[in-house]
T-cell receptor, first 116, second 114 residues
Framework: GAVVSQHPSWVICKSGTSVKIECRSLDFQATTMFWYRQFPKQSLMLMATSNEGSKATYEQGVEKDKFLINHASLTLSTLTVTSAHPEDSSFYIC????????????FGEGSRLTVL | AQKITQTQPGMFVQEKEAVTLDCTYDTSDQSYGLFWYKQPSSGEMIFLIYQGSYDEQNATEGRYSLNFQKARKSANLVISASQLGDSAMYFCAMREWGAQKLVFGQGTRLTINP
């Protein structure tokens, strides 16, 4: 199957700082990537759809100015949590499809963010 | 509105027994896909099985099979001969082809007892 890699796996930061998480498709090109957030013992909630070369599409209730998404190339999407606060502490996981129109999504390993 | 519903927060099963994890979905699209993912405590999402809305046969992948009942809008996962390593969270998900994104159910925590 296709491989999606995420970095860093975990990060601890101080409140008020910004954190960048990278999502790379290693052996395929991804015009679309999806960013999810998962709080403990909860399901994955879609935050936004990242589109290569254009603006991301955010789900209702997700602050686009706080969660900046950049899809600069066909293999890289980044999520920047700006001015992070403790309530932003969560597990962030990205995914990408081989086929934008059908089929499964391949997931990164996830990034666990802890904001002190 | 909730599009994917998993009504079993937790399931406990004896090793080697079969287990069925329930999943119902809601969509007005004709073209969609249904997926099951396993999430162990490490957090990674492991793809298990896929069923397309036009597939007439139930999908099978090794010990995993998907009981697809289109009229009832259900897509239950059946794990045969459960193993201790099957203990994990299991998520049902749906992808409407027009929307592209994958939407998850609440998940079921499966615990296999020796």
């Amino acid at each position: 199957g296709a491989v999606v890699s995420q970095h860093p796996s975990w990060v601890i930061c101080k409140s008020g700082t910004s954190v960048k998480i990278e999502c790379r498709s290693l052996d395929f090109q991804a015009t679309t990537m999806f960013w999810y957030r998962q709080f403990p013992k909860q399901s994955l909630m879609l935050m936004a759809t990242s589109n290569e070369g254009s603006k991301a599409t955010y789900e209702q209730g997700v602050e686009k100015d706080k969660f900046l998404i950049n899809h600069a190339s066909l293999t890289l999407s980044t999520l920047t949590v700006t001015s992070a606060h403790p309530e932003d502490s969560s597990f962030y996981i990205c995914s990408a499809p081989l086929d934008p129109g059908a089929g499964e999504l391949f997931f990164g390993e996830g990034s666990r963010l802890t904001v002190l | 509105a909730q599009k994917i519903t998993q009504t079993q927060p937790g399931m406990f099963v004896q090793e080697k027994e079969a287990v069925t994890l329930d999943c119902t979905y809601d969509t007005s699209d004709q073209s969609y896909g249904l997926f099951w993912y396993k999430q162990p405590s490490s957090g990674e999402m492991i793809f298990l099985i896929y069923q397309g809305s036009y597939d007439e046969q139930n999908a099978t992948e090794g010990r995993y099979s998907l009981n697809f009942q289109k009229a009832r809008k259900s897509a239950n996962l059946v794990i045969s001969a459960s193993q201790l390593g099957d203990s994990a969270m299991y998520f049902c998900a749906m992808r409407e082809w027009g929307a592209q994104k994958l939407v998850f159910g609440q998940g079921t925590r499966l615990t296999i007892n020796p």
